[in-house]
C-alpha cells in the first residue's frame, strides 16, 4: 500500500514525468501537497494530470496566488510575474479547479498533509527552531509537508525538534512524530537539481527519499519561450 507523495511540481512537466517514470510500480496511489502551477510553462497540463490522477490534493500558495485567491504584493517580482501569466493561460476548467482545491491540514488514512505547516499553510518549516510554533498541531505519527522545496524533514518527540536528512529510507519509530518533505519536484532548492519525490509505505512504516534526472533545457527553454523571467530557467540548473 505505498503512496507516492509529491509535492512543489510548479508547472514543470519535464520533471513530473520523470519522476512517474522513476516510481512505475513503486506505489498504489498519488498523494500531492500543493504548488502545482506558478513558475513553470506548463500550467494546463500539470493540473490536468492532477484532475486525472492524484487521488487527494492540497492547494500551496502559488495555486492561490494564480487564481486570485492570494494579493500578488505580497510576492517577489518573478512569482508575480509568473502568477500574471499562469492566470492568462489556464483554462476555465482548470482555475475552477484550483479556486477549488482543499485546504490543509488534511488526513489520509493515519497520515496527515500540509503544504506549509499544521499551523499554517503559508508558514515555512526550514529549520528544527521553526517547528516549536508547530508541534502542538501534530496530530499524526507522520505529516507530510511542502513550501520549502528542501527534501528531509524533522524528527518530534519528548526531547525535542532533530532535522530528517534526505538519505535514501527513513525508517518511522514509535516514539516520534514525523514531519516530512518530499522536496519539489518542479524546482528543487535544496542545492540538488533533480526532481524530488518520496515514496510511504505504512505497512512497512517507511519512507524512501528519491532524485531523479529530467530534462532541465526542455523545462528552462519553455519558461524563456514563454517570456517569463530569466531567473526562473536559471535556478533550474541551480537547485537553489
Known amino acids: ?9 510548479h508547472a514543470n512537466r519535464e520533471a513530473l514525468e520523470a519522476v512517474l517514470e522513476d516510481a512505475r510500480g513503486r506505489y498504489d496511489r498519488i498523494v500531492c501537497l500543493g504548488d502545482i502551477v506558478g513558475y513553470g510553462a506548463d500550467p494546463n497540463y500539470v493540473v490536468e494530470w492532477v484532475r486525472a490522477n492524484v487521488r487527494t490534493v492540497i492547494r500551496g500558495n502559488h495555486d492561490k496566488v494564480c487564481v486570485g485567491l492570494d494579493p500578488l504584493f505580497v510576492y517577489n517580482g518573478a512569482a508575480q510575474k509568473s502568477a500574471e501569466w499562469t492566470m492568462g493561460v489556464l483554462t476555465a476548467e482548470n482555475r475552477a479547479y484550483l479556486e477549488n482545491m482543499a485546504r490543509g491540514p488534511l488526513r489520509v488514512d493515519d497520515f496527515d498533509i500540509v503544504h ?5 499553510e503559508d508558514e515555512y518549516l526550514i529549520h528544527a527552531g521553526d517547528v516549536a510554533g508547530a508541534r502542538e498541531y501534530l496530530e499524526a505519527r507522520v505529516t507530510f509537508f511542502g513550501h520549502t522545496h528542501v527534501q528531509g524533514g524533522f524528527q518530534v518527540g519528548r526531547g525535542g525538534v532533530r532535522s530528517v536528512y534526505a538519505g535514501r529510507v527513513l525508517e518511522i519509530e514509535v516514539d516520534w512524530q514525523y514531519l516530512v518533505n518530499p522536496g519539489s519536484v518542479g524546482q528543487p532548492r535544496d542545492m540538488d537539481p533533480r526532481a524530488a519525490y518520496a515514496v510511504y509505505d505504512r505497512g512497512a512504516r517507511t519512507v ?13 527553454g519553455k519558461i524563456l519561450g514563454a517570456g517569463l ?3 526562473l530557467a536559471a535556478r533550474l540548473y541551480e537547485g537553489a
Open 208 to 220: 524512501e527519499f528519491r532524485r531523479v534526472k529530467y530534462d532541465i533545457a526542455g523545462a528552462a
Open 116 to 120: 506549509g505547516s499544521p499551523a499554517d
Open 229 to 231: 523571467p530569466q531567473g
Open 1 to 9: 500500500m505505498p503512496d507516492l507523495i509529491l509535492s512543489d511540481i
